[in-house]
């Protein structure tokens, strides 16, 4: 029973990861996002409640966590996508985002 469970956790946990994915580049076509402002923003969605608020719930914690997640992918597939575009200089260059 507790290999199902695990196996029920690894395949919602990659159906998140491939729908998060499906939505990035939907957001990457539709609107031009800078890039650092997601990446360096990303832990502030995790280290500012905590700082704030003493007992998070669980489920509030699971959300953020999500959104923490989502971010990050969407900022290595707006890298990913530059790097294949322009070439690797192009993707530490912080002047030119997108």
């Known amino acids: 029973m507790k290999v199902l469970t695990w196996l029920v956790y690894i395949i919602l946990m990659m ?3 491939l729908g ?13 996002v800078n890039r650092w402002i997601i990446g360096f923003s990303a832990p502030l969605v995790l280290i500012i409640p905590k700082i704030l608020f003493d007992n998070i719930n669980p489920i509030v914690w699971t959300i953020l966590v999500a959104i923490f997640i989502v971010l990050y ?3 290595f597939e707006i890298n990913r996508e530059i790097s294949e575009t322009k070439g ?3 993707t530490m260059d912080i002047r030119k985002t997108r």
């Open 15 to 17: 159906a998140f990861v």
């Open 20 to 32: 998060s994915l499906g939505l990035c580049r939907k957001i990457i076509k539709k609107h031009k």
């Open 73 to 75: 992918l969407l900022f």
């Open 88 to 90: 690797i200089k192009a």
